[in-house]
Each structure stands twice: as structure tokens, then as C-alpha cells.
């Protein structure tokens, strides 16, 4: 691979806009004359350490060199898992992260990135409500990047980051966002037949993410030796300003491949939702959620979430046309089992089109972004992945507050989660705090809506 120069931008002030980044110029080493990409971890959840390992999975030298996150057992069971699969893949050289390169606190991202070289690679895999502040510093730094969805959760961290994607597109990084249903084969060829007008005119789509309780239902109050941060940061998928909630974190992949195959973003939703059950339980997250969305030509697209066990489980996403029908995912992420049917009925008899055997599309997504690196090709998925994760907020503002939201509203609405994120420490104040009965706010449709709906 040549080498080139690539024009690295200094960050002034830990502003996120475009006029925060001087001219300074630094060569581009990436990975020196070796053509070795280093990588570092930061966040070292499930996600991080499944996102790192398909990193390494990809063709041509590539290292993980530095790992970060605010709990050492985190950072402890994830080096572990990550070297044992690539020991037992023998590829245990890939793996080269001592102690001296394991950084736990708050500034560990810094100290991670700061292991890499201009054009390496930095996994930001934290809870969402970090990644504008990690990608700031990559970008200052000239890393390419991945980061997990959602990448926003409110309209002032989306304007943050559509800053910041412009700001990496002139610097020609890469970067790729956990979306991984759009590099997914199945559905690729799906969103095709459906330009070439194979179930005609898309009218409804539907999508369902109903199962149990996930990574939110607790009941445990706050230990009195944990301080409030960091108990909310564990389980951020309980807490609104950490991740936008369940309804952000988990239906976002449905959300965006129906928006895919419609090939728009809905212009407004309307929703509703609510809390059943909940006994003991302290998150912030409504059990279900009915978002009905509404596209520019007026057709509609309905996403329904549910979280309760002992009922009726699905996962999956239906497109139906004016001339037929499609199966856009079923039984999960992956396979897709992308199918296309004659009519609004969905049976084998009526099947006129499905895909074969798929590719993993967690693999593909690594696959697409390193390809793009070592071949200097234009990769950036910042734009649309910010809209992904505006529209979804969307809903779920439709549903917490009981009215109406458009995307517009959405955008530029003020109301920010936690608009000092970068200032926080982990033994100080959290975003939100608990009420004496060690419970805490939750969304009120009707009462709190639009600007103070988080309370």
C-alpha cells in the first residue's frame, strides 16, 4: 500500500463543530511500511469485544494494542474472551495489549487513542451517550473509527455528530457505524428487486421486537459503596441519558433496514406506550411500544416493541407493496431470510424470490470498513447513521410524551440529555438522580411532554 498524507485537525477548546479544528498537518503512517492497522478497544462490553474480534477476523496485518473502559472486570473478562478466540483461531499474535495498554477510568479513551498512529483504528463501543465526545477526539487524533449504535440519542448530540462526520469526511477517515443490516447481502439484494419495482409501490411496513425483559429490568437498589455514575453507566440500557433506553438501543435495526427498503426517512411519528408489571423494577424504559412512522408520500410504517415475558415473541420486519410482499428480516439479525412474495400473503406457495446461504453481516461490516482503509476508498457512514438514530429517537419522544413529533421537531428540539458528558467524573453526580425510594423518573405522556419529558 502507499503511503499518503492525510490532514489531521487539532481540536480547540473540546468544541465538536467545524470551527473547531485548526489546520495542523501530520503525516499519514498508517501502520507504517508493515501495512499493519492497529486497533483500540474502547468500551469493553459484549458489543466492544464482538466488535473487536471481527476486526481482527479481517484480511491482512491488523493488532489490537490498547483497550479501555471504566470497570476493570469489563476490561478483564473482555481481553480474555478476545485472546482465547484468537488463540484458539491461531491467530494469538494479533493480540498484543499488556497491562501498560489496559486503561480504566474516564480518560482511559484518551490513553487509548493515544497508543494508535494517524490512520489506525478506534472502536468506540461506550454507552451512546459518550460516542460524540470519543469521536471529537479522534478525529483530532486521525483515526478511522467504528462506532456502535445508536450514535445520538437527542437532537443536540445528532447536530453534534453530523458536525463531526463532516469534519472526518474532510479529513478522508474512515468510519463506519454498527448498523450492520445495511452490509448485509440478503437484504442488499432485496432493497434492489424492490427499486426494480418487484412488489411495486411500498404502502405499510411493519416490525416487531418482542421477547423478555432485556438488559434493563432490575430491581437492585444503588449499593451504598457505588457511586451514582457508575451504577447508571453499568446499566445504561436503563437509563434515557446514557442510551436512549431500550426502545433506542434495541429497535434501531429495525427501524433502519425498514428505512432502508423505503429508501426515506419518516417525515413524523406518533406513538404510544407504557409501563406494566413492573413490581420493584428502577429503569426508566416503558415495557411496550406501538410507533406508528409517516413517510413524505404518506404511507406508513408500524413498530412495535414489547418486553414482557409470557407473551407472544417476534422479531422481524415486513414490507408489503402494491404489487406483493416482503420478508426484509425474520427470527433476528442475521440470517436475514430476505424473501419476496406475489400478494400480501407470505407463504411458500406464494414465494417468488429468496436469497441463498448469507454472509455475516457483523463480519461484512468489518470487512467493508477495513477494505475501505487499506485502499483509501470513501467510507463514511456518519450521516446515515445519525439519521438512524434521530428517526428512532423520534418514536420514542412520540411515545414518552403522547404527542406528535415530526423529524424537524426532533432535530432541533433543545431539550439534551447530558450536556456536560465530557465533564463528567465517576465519583461525581449523575444526569439523572434517584428519588428517596431509590427509584427514578420516568416519561409521563401527557404531563411531561416535548422539552421536559426526561425529567
Known amino acids: 500500500m502507499k503511503s499518503s498524507r492525510r490532514s489531521v485537525m487539532k481540536a480547540a477548546g473540546g468544541s465538536v463543530a467545524a470551527t473547531a479544528f485548526a ?91 493515544d497508543c494508535l498512529r494517524p490512520g489506525d483504528v478506534i472502536i468506540s463501543a461506550t454507552p451512546p451517550a459518550f460516542r460524540w465526545v470519543h469521536f471529537t477526539y479522534a478525529i483530532e487524533k486521525g483515526l478511522n473509527a467504528f462506532m456502535e449504535k445508536p450514535v445520538t440519542v437527542d437532537g443536540p448530540t445528532s447536530k453534534k455528530m453530523f458536525a463531526l462526520g463532516e469534519e472526518a469526511k474532510k479529513k478522508n477517515l474512515k468510519v463506519g457505524i454498527g448498523l450492520m443490516c445495511r452490509h448485509c447481502d440478503a437484504r442488499g439484494e432485496l432493497f434492489k428487486r424492490i427499486k426494480d419495482n418487484q412488489i411495486g409501490d411500498i ?41 436512549g433506553g431500550s426502545f433506542s438501543d434495541y429497535l434501531i435495526h429495525n427501524i433502519d ?50 418486553t414482557i415475558s409470557g407473551c407472544e415473541q417476534q422479531f422481524a420486519s415486513f414490507a408489503h407493496g402494491s404489487k406483493g410482499s416482503a420478508i426484509i428480516s425474520i427470527a433476528g439479525h442475521a440470517p436475514s431470510r430476505a424473501r419476496i412474495f406475489k400478494g400480501q400473503n407470505m407463504t411458500k406457495a406464494n414465494q417468488v424470490w429468496g436469497y441463498g446461504e448469507e454472509p455475516d453481516p457483523y463480519q461484512l461490516e468489518w470487512d467493508h ?87
Open 203 to 243: 404502502i405499510l411496513m411493519r416490525a416487531y421486537r418482542q421477547h423478555g425483559p432485556v438488559a434493563s429490568g432490575f430491581s437492585l437498589p444503588k449499593p451504598n459503596d457505588v457511586s451514582e455514575l457508575s451504577y447508571q453507566i453499568r446499566r445504561f440500557h436503563s437509563f434515557l441519558w446514557a442510551s
Open 23 to 113: 489546520g495542523l498537518s501530520v503525516p499519514y503512517v498508517h501502520a507504517a511500511e508493515e501495512n499493519e492497522i492497529r486497533v483500540a478497544l474502547v468500551g469493553c462490553g459484549g458489543r466492544g469485544t464482538g466488535a473487536a474480534l471481527n476486526a481482527l477476523r479481517t484480511k491482512g496485518p491488523i493488532k489490537l494494542v490498547a483497550m479501555a473502559d471504566v470497570f476493570p472486570d469489563k476490561m478483564e473478562g473482555s481481553h480474555k474472551s478476545i485472546s482465547a478466540a484468537m488463540k484458539e483461531a491461531g491467530q494469538e499474535s494479533r493480540v498484543d495489549v499488556p497491562k501498560e495498554r489496559q486503561f480504566i477510568g474516564f480518560d482511559g479513551y484518551k490513553k487509548a487513542m
Open 369 to 455: 470498513l477495513v477494505d475501505a482503509i487499506r485502499n483509501d476508498k470513501p467510507y463514511n457512514e456518519v450521516k446515515r447513521g445519525t439519521e438512524a438514530s434521530l428517526v428512532t429517537a423520534m418514536g420514542r419522544m412520540a411515545a414518552h410524551t403522547g404527542r406528535p413529533v415530526t423529524f424537524e421537531e426532533m432535530l432541533n428540539c433543545d431539550h439534551e440529555f447530558a450536556p456536560d458528558v465530557d465533564k463528567l467524573v465517576i465519583d461525581g453526580p449523575a444526569p439523572v438522580k434517584a428519588y428517596a425510594n431509590g427509584k427514578y423518573p420516568v416519561p409521563q405522556p401527557g404531563i411531561l411532554t416535548k422539552r421536559e419529558y426526561q425529567a
Open 257 to 306: 433496514e425498514c428505512c432502508w427498503m423505503k429508501d426515506a426517512w419518516p417525515v413524523k411519528a406518533q406513538a404510544s406506550g407504557g409501563r406494566h408489571y413492573r413490581g420493584d423494577y428502577i429503569d426508566q424504559n416503558f415495557d411496550n411500544y406501538h410507533v406508528e412512522y409517516t413517510f413524505g408520500d404518506g404511507s406508513k410504517f408500524m413498530m412495535e416493541g414489547r
